[in-house]
């Protein structure tokens, strides 16, 4: 597939540039996560086998990142729970694929980022927020709560005592404060969030091949996901196998 | 309830005024009160979550999103001046605006 070709994959748009992908959710003016599924993994995961990506942004088209979930889809099925713990699976597959990827990922946020788009967000490393960017999970505010391991991954990343006092609250969070608590990395000027999340991966994988890319990706990775001897022993064949193959 | 000085309403105005023309990318002086914000500047009701934000830092305001919401499934602002007016509110009421008659 050639460079800058734009694909789709249900609401998302994916293209590549200089070996970086993006990913812009693609519906409607407010970006509404019209179902917890919202592309196809195996599409997804063959676009970013063949284009041997140094990083990944996530976006939104045009003002915002994404308002959320759409509440009338969750309502629609209020009796039909089965399926929305079967979509929200789906789901939460493709943000632990997205989490899991060994290149350099950030979500590029403008304006509103609300919900499942937050959810989303914490997928990635890294978050870049226009100083117009407005972040909630405001799920608790009807009567519900985060389903795409909003409740999992923000704890992660701002601490849990700040996260359940977000969750509950349901409270909206401007750029300075996001940034403050540690929700977003670096706060920019309204409409630069996609070149200066460029910039922040190109300046970050300059002069760095590939294999170190991922080797270091994966190794910080297998810290949460494997267990600790398992994740000594990669680390130390991938050390082995950069030095083995690598420039030094 | 907080004083809405003349001054203060100077600078709510010209806040508002400047969000739209920024956001929507037109001039101020395409701007007027009569302004309707989705059909003139293909706005949406996620715009008024930003200017409560940005309202809510720039004049210390400890005003909760939802309550506002509350406020304006009642009395909905469509046009720049009807935000003007709601903000004016807000900022004299804060959360209070909820229990004011629609």
Redesign the interface.
């Known amino acids: 597939m050639a460079d800058n070709e734009k694909i789709k994959s249900g609401i998302v748009w994916l293209e590549a540039v200089d070996n970086i992908g993006i990913a812009s959710i693609h519906n409607g003016i407010q970006n509404k996560i019209s179902q917890p599924d919202f592309m196809d993994l195996e599409f997804f995961k063959e676009w970013i086998y063949r284009q041997k990506l140094k990083g990944l942004i996530i976006t939104g088209q045009g003002r915002h990142f994404s308002a959320g979930a759409d509440i009338d889809t969750i309502k629609a099925n209020k009796h039909n729970t089965d399926y929305l713990k079967d979509a929200l699976k789906k789901g939460k597959e493709i943000l632990s694929y997205i989490e899991t990827l060994p290149i350099v990922t950030v979500a590029a946020v403008s304006g509103v980022c609300f919900g499942a788009g937050l959810e989303i967000a914490l997928s990635c490393q890294f978050r870049i927020g226009t100083e117009n960017s407005v972040l909630a999970l405001p799920e608790a505010n009807i009567g519900i709560m985060p389903g795409l391991a909003g409740t999992i991954r923000l704890p992660r990343i701002i601490g849990k005592s700040k996260a359940i006092q977000m969750i509950i609250s349901g409270r909206t969070i401007n750029a300075e404060e996001a940034f403050g608590m540690g929700l977003l990395d670096k706060v920019v000027p309204a409409k630069m969030h996609l070149s200066s999340a460029k910039q922040y991966i190109e300046e970050l994988v300059q002069n760095k091949s590939h294999q170190q890319i991922n080797s270091i990706i994966q190794s910080v990775n297998n810290s949460i996901t494997e267990i600790n001897e398992t994740a000594m022993n990669t680390e130390g064949n991938m050390f082995a196998k950069l030095v083995e193959e690598g420039e030094i | 309830m907080r004083e809405l000085t003349a001054e203060i309403r100077e600078q709510l105005k010209e806040m508002i005024y400047g969000f739209f023309a920024?956001?929507c990318e037109v001039e101020l002086s395409e701007l007027n009160e009569e302004t309707n914000i989705t059909d003139d500047l293909?706005g949406?009701s996620?715009?008024f979550?930003?200017l409560?934000?940005?309202t809510?830092?720039k004049f210390q305001l400890d005003i909760?999103?939802?309550t506002i919401g509350k406020y304006l499934l009642k009395n909905p602002a469509e046009t720049i001046g009807q935000v003007i007016d709601t903000t004016y509110l807000i900022y004299q009421h804060g959360n209070d605006i909820v229990n004011l008659g629609a």
């Open positions: 920024e956001e293909d949406d996620l715009l979550v930003e409560i934000e940005l809510k830092k909760q999103l939802q």
